[in-house]
Nanobody, 127 residues
């Protein structure tokens, strides 16, 4: 059974850092495109970053380039998102997902029937 479980969210001051984790089970992360998305109530879901299958190309939304870094660990089958220089506008529920390579490379946040999504972890950036 495919499952994704996020952790690592919390409350952090502006300028601070957090590291999100997404533990995958039922499949091998390296074999699929996986990424991080965020959702603010009343707004459209936004693609934050994604790693494609195969060569593991990494993509970032313009809003997080230079501040966030996506990575994956094969040994633990875990996806990470290192978030630095956090801003109040980064406040959201962060979700990890297994999607197709096309939407991963294009950073498209729409959902498709073959996707798998975690439940999310709350990140709040506030002083």
């Amino acid at each position: 059974q495919v499952q994704l479980m996020e952790s690592g969210g919390g409350l952090v001051q502006p300028g601070g850092s957090l590291r999100l984790s997404c533990t995958a089970s039922g499949f091998t992360l390296d074999d699929y495109a996986v990424g991080w998305f965020r959702q603010v109530p009343g707004k459209q879901r936004e693609a934050v970053s994604c790693i494609s299958s195969g060569d593991g190309s990494k993509n970032y939304a313009d809003s997080v380039k230079g501040r966030f870094a996506i990575s994956r660990d094969s040994a633990t089958n875990t996806l990470f998102l290192q978030m630095n220089s956090l801003k109040p506008e980064d406040t959201a529920v962060y979700l990890c997902a297994r999607i197709d390579d096309h939407r991963c490379l294009a950073l498209i946040a729409s959902m498709a029937p073959n996707d798998y999504w975690g439940l999310g972890t709350q990140v709040t950036v506030s002083s």
